[in-house]
């Protein structure tokens, strides 16, 4: 496990630690012992005994990045509904997700986390609630995935419990009833969840949006996550089909809906929050809320923009997501920190009233919010803080070295700016407690060719015997299925 590994010095590179006061070395050396950070500052490292060196010359040294939201079994469907939006895209995606197993599941996590470490990330979450009957320990060949990949995991036991009868938009076969969730739950931290300092699985429990899940779900998962210690998750103001969805059934939006179940505070993180009012992001400012930005997915399904500026004035922990590979085909963390600076900087039109009290467009966000977001940011959202999302003597060595001597970066004189702006740099080193994942960008704890074997059988166990039709729109035959209102439940 962590310990594994033996001193670890990193000499001669530029260092972003991402701590409170923003401190920054143009040229110094961390020193990694026990798979923690033992010392780190600027100049040369001191001598260590037994210690492998690595030359940093030419390299930014940054905390490994955090990525806040991902459905990593979505990594074997990509590439499906491409011109859909979320309600028509998860309305074509949940017949093939029926069909999972836990080793498609397993090849699928695996897959996806091996990327995931290529692109810089050292702790992920996983949202996962697709629980289909009789397909296998799912969450824990996630588990079993991470711990082969050697990732940091906060993987959630997800959940749906209202199909399309009740009124919900999964079809019935794809949800599961509320004692089942709620004893998968307890079983989920009862087997993986590790409380203690260094942990390397966290479990969260993550009911999965409020237009798939019961109101006493919700309430209910709430109450048991917090009797156990664990923290929750789920899907928030994604979408204005979601808005227009919680107002026909519960009379309010979203965030109000959350807040009326005892939803909102600080061991809760969200993903999305692209629609919220200013009052609402002053709630989850206020409340110590978490969101997940996960900018790329929502450009790819045309959501919106969620307004990052006005969070992050406002309190709000925000952390970056690569949200699941089937709305986010690219599943790249380190491309998501320019993707959070563009998307902050292009809302600038006369309907972002979130933002404006804040700075827009051009600075709307910089580099280093980014770099923050990205790192101590999802840290805060994962409650691990005090332990990772930053460099600091005694957190863990969770690291990840970024070359920018070459081409795509050659030149550029601010290294915080090279990573942010540029092209996604090679990784020179990933550690994770101090055991190297990856190393000149290669994988170095499982052959990346068995992995995308693997990966090629996963995704063709799912695919429907005839081959998707060309991309949408949803031919008028055969529409979107209308979501019917449920009589208002009693709160
Ligand atoms: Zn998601």
Same mark, same amino acid.
């Given at each position: 496990?962590?310990?594994?590994?033996?001193?670890?010095?990193?000499?001669?590179?530029?260092?972003?630690?991402?701590?409170?006061?923003?401190?920054?070395?143009?040229?110094?050396?961390?020193?990694?012992?026990?798979?923690?950070?033992?010392?780190?500052?600027?100049?040369?490292?001191?001598?260590? #005994?037994?210690?492998?060196?690595?030359?940093?010359?030419?390299?930014? /040294?940054?905390?490994?990045?955090?990525?806040?939201?991902? &459905?990593?079994?979505?990594?074997?469907?990509?590439?499906?509904?491409?011109?859909?939006?979320?309600?028509?895209?998860?309305?074509?995606?949940?017949?093939?997700?029926?069909?999972?197993?836990?080793?498609?599941?397993?090849?699928?996590?695996?897959?996806?986390?091996?990327?995931?470490?290529?692109?810089?990330?050292?702790?992920?979450?996983?949202?996962?609630?697709?629980?289909?009957?009789?397909?296998?320990?799912?969450?824990?060949?996630?588990?079993?995935?991470?711990?082969?990949?050697?990732?940091?995991?906060?993987?959630?036991?997800?959940?749906?419990? /209202?199909?399309?009868?009740?009124?919900?938009?999964?079809? #019935?076969?794809?949800?599961?009833?509320?004692?089942?969730?709620?004893?998968?739950?307890?079983?989920?931290?009862?087997?993986?969840?590790?409380?203690?300092?260094?942990?390397?699985?966290?479990?969260?429990?993550?009911?999965?949006?409020?237009?798939?899940?019961?109101? +006493?779900?919700?309430?209910? $998962?709430?109450?048991?996550?917090?009797?156990?210690?664990?923290?929750? &998750?789920?899907?928030?103001?994604?979408? /204005?089909?979601?808005?227009?969805?919680?107002?026909?059934?519960?009379? =309010?939006?979203?965030?109000?809906?959350?807040?009326?179940?005892?939803?909102?505070?600080? #061991?809760?993180?969200?993903?999305?929050?692209?629609?919220?009012?200013?009052?609402?992001?002053?709630?989850?400012?206020?409340?110590?809320?978490?969101?997940?930005? =996960?900018?790329?997915?929502?450009?790819?399904?045309?959501?919106?923009?969620?307004?990052?500026?006005?969070?992050?004035?406002?309190?709000?922990?925000?952390?970056?997501?690569?949200?699941?590979?089937?709305?986010?085909?690219?599943?790249?963390?380190?491309?998501?920190?320019?993707?959070?600076?563009?998307?902050?900087?292009?809302?600038?039109?006369?309907?972002?009233?979130?933002?404006? $009290?804040?700075?827009?467009?051009?600075?709307?966000?910089?580099?280093?919010?980014?770099?923050?977001?990205?790192?101590?940011?999802?840290? =805060?959202?994962?409650?691990?803080?005090?332990?990772?999302?930053? /460099? +600091?003597?005694?957190?863990?060595?969770?690291?990840?070295?970024?070359?920018?001597?070459?081409?795509?970066?050659?030149?550029?004189?601010?290294?915080?700016?090279?990573?942010?702006?540029?092209?996604?740099?090679?990784?020179?080193?990933?550690?994770?407690?101090?055991?190297?994942?990856? +190393?000149?960008? +290669?994988?170095?704890?499982?052959?990346?060719?068995?992995?995308?074997?693997?990966?090629?059988?996963?995704?063709?166990?799912?695919?429907?015997?005839?081959?998707?039709?060309?991309?949408?729109?949803?031919?008028?035959?055969?529409?979107?299925?209308?979501?019917?209102?449920?009589?208002?439940?009693?709160?």
């Amino acid at each position: 496990m962590t310990g594994a590994a033996g001193p670890l010095v990193i000499d001669g590179a530029a260092i972003a630690t991402v701590d409170a006061l923003g401190t920054e070395h143009p040229e110094g050396h961390a020193v990694v012992v026990d798979g923690r950070i033992a010392s780190l500052g600027p100049g040369p490292a001191p001598p260590v #005994d037994g210690a492998r060196t690595v030359d940093g010359t030419g390299c930014l /040294l940054t905390p490994g990045l955090v990525n806040t939201h991902h &459905h990593l079994y979505q990594w074997a469907t990509r590439g499906y509904a491409l011109d859909s939006t979320l309600f028509e895209w998860l309305t074509e995606l949940y017949p093939i997700w029926a069909r999972v197993t836990q080793d498609v599941v397993g090849q699928a996590a695996a897959a996806g986390l091996a990327w995931l470490a290529r692109s810089g990330c050292t702790t992920t979450t996983d949202h996962h609630y697709l629980f289909p009957r009789g397909a296998g320990d799912l969450l824990g060949s996630t588990v079993d995935a991470a711990g082969r990949i050697g990732l940091r995991f906060h993987p959630t036991r997800g959940s749906m419990d /209202l199909g399309r009868s009740q009124g919900g938009l999964p079809p #019935d076969s794809v949800v599961e009833g509320l004692d089942e969730i709620l004893a998968a739950s307890q079983d989920a931290v009862q087997r993986f969840h590790d409380p203690a300092p260094g942990a390397m699985v966290r479990v969260a429990l993550a009911p999965c949006s409020p237009f798939s899940v019961s109101t +006493e779900l919700l309430r209910q $998962s709430a109450a048991l996550a917090r009797t156990l210690g664990v923290r929750l &998750h789920t899907h928030l103001a994604e979408t /204005l089909d979601e808005e227009e969805y919680c107002r026909d059934k519960h009379g =309010c939006t979203p965030v109000e809906y959350l807040d009326k179940l005892g939803w909102l505070g600080d #061991d809760v993180w969200l993903a999305h929050a692209v629609h919220l009012a200013q009052a609402e992001i002053g709630r989850l400012g206020a409340t110590g809320t978490g969101v997940a930005h =996960c900018p790329s997915s929502n450009a790819r399904l045309g959501a919106g923009t969620a307004p990052a500026r006005a969070m992050l004035d406002a309190g709000v922990p925000v952390g970056l997501g690569v949200d699941g590979a089937a709305s986010q085909e690219a599943g790249r963390l380190v491309d998501e920190l320019r993707q959070a600076l563009y998307s902050a900087r292009s809302r600038v039109d006369g309907r972002d009233s979130a933002s404006a $009290s804040g700075p827009a467009g051009s600075k709307a966000l910089s580099a280093r919010e980014a770099l923050a977001m990205a790192t101590i940011g999802g840290a =805060c959202c994962l409650g691990r803080d005090d332990e990772i999302g930053s /460099l +600091e003597p005694g957190k863990l060595a969770d690291l990840a070295l970024w070359r920018l001597d070459g081409l795509g970066h050659a030149g550029i004189a601010d290294p915080v700016a090279a990573l942010v702006f540029g092209s996604a740099p090679p990784l020179e080193l990933l550690t994770v407690g101090g055991r190297v994942i990856v +190393e000149r960008d +290669e994988l170095r704890t499982a052959d990346e060719a068995a992995l995308t074997a693997d990966l090629r059988r996963a995704s063709k166990a799912v695919r429907p015997h005839s081959p998707p039709p060309p991309t949408s729109p949803v031919p008028p035959t055969s529409p979107v299925p209308q979501i019917t209102p449920v009589p208002q439940i009693k709160e």
